[in-house]
């Protein structure tokens, strides 16, 4: 009898675009792993066992490997077309702060030392007592130079004005340049009050101890070489060729000791102490304090002039103040000594 069961071509349905593709394994092994397939994917409402059933029979009765019998009734079997997996979401991370205090708190790494070099090389490392030594020794050597050509010129003014004292050969700055008798009219205390100078020339001199408070007039070197003297017995002068008050070197003032029928302004300082004070005051209204050092006597021939034109202190300011002491020559107005204060500022 006649197998009657529908044969499966290749241009079945069921098996369209399936076994088409050529495969290296047999057609049986093909249908039975495609139908494994269907099975595996049959919806919830398909019974398992009808599956399995199509799947027994075709594979016990197909005749051979190019054409196979179906029963006459082949159960649809639904293919579920499978849905693409859905990627979870991936969470949202949040940037850890602890960790970020954690890196910017990390310490930086150490350079290396530099190794010190040894002393005596060019690049030698000195210590700080060493250079604070070495300032110092700078210091005092250019404080020694400055004070060796301040001396310098100094002695050179000195030398010059004594020779201008000496010899009589200087310009003439002298108020007076004669040798007429000065005056013995005191001046008025409106005089002495609107008596000006320049600021930083003397004014006044005042002398506590005796009384003293006298206009400083300006004198230089008479005509025959000796120094210039005020025009009057109550007023003192500066001599222009000595220190300005206040600075370097020593400020020499002259004054009259008396006349024929008065005492003039220096009357007594040769009774003046040692510590004694003395003051200058200057045109611009500033005060300088001198403290008296010593008194030297000297004859009138042999004055030194040097020790009269340069401080009793080395490297401090001086006022050194000179007048005639002593008797007077017979014949003439002139006395034969010559005294001189000398103090220093304080």
Known sequence: MADRRPRIDLNNVALRGRLRQPHSRSSRDYVNGTLSTHRSSVCAGQRISEVMVVTKSIASDAPSPKSFVFPSKVPDVAIVKPQPFAKPATPRQQHSKVLRRQQLAVPMPKQPATPATPYGSPKARYSKPQI???????????VGIGVSMQTLFTNRATTAQVSALSHGNASTTDVTNSNAAPSTTKPSSKAVSQYYVAPDLARYLKVSK?????????????????????????????????????????????????????????????????????????????????????????????????????PVTAGKSGLNLITCTGRVKPGTSEFNQRVIVFAEKV
């Not at 030594?133 to 050597?141: I, P, R, S, T």
């Not at 500033?286 to 021939?301: E, F, H, L």
């Open 132 to 142: 604070t030594l070495a300032a110092m020794a700078m210091l005092v050597f250019v």
């Open 210 to 310: 005796l009384g003293i408070n006298a206009r400083v007039l300006q004198v230089g070197i008479k005509a025959n070489g000796e120094l210039g003297t005020p025009t009057n017995v109550f007023d003192t002068a500066w001599y222009t060729g000595s220190a300005k008050p206040g600075q370097a070197g020593a400020t020499l003032i002259d004054g009259h000791v008396s006349s024929w029928t008065t005492h003039g302004v220096f009357y007594g300082i040769k009774n003046l102490k040692a510590g004694e004070n003395v003051q200058i005051v200057r045109g611009d209204g500033v005060t300088i304090n001198y403290r008296v050092v010593k008194i030297q006597t000297y004859d009138a021939d042999h004055v030194d002039m040097k020790a009269a034109i340069n």
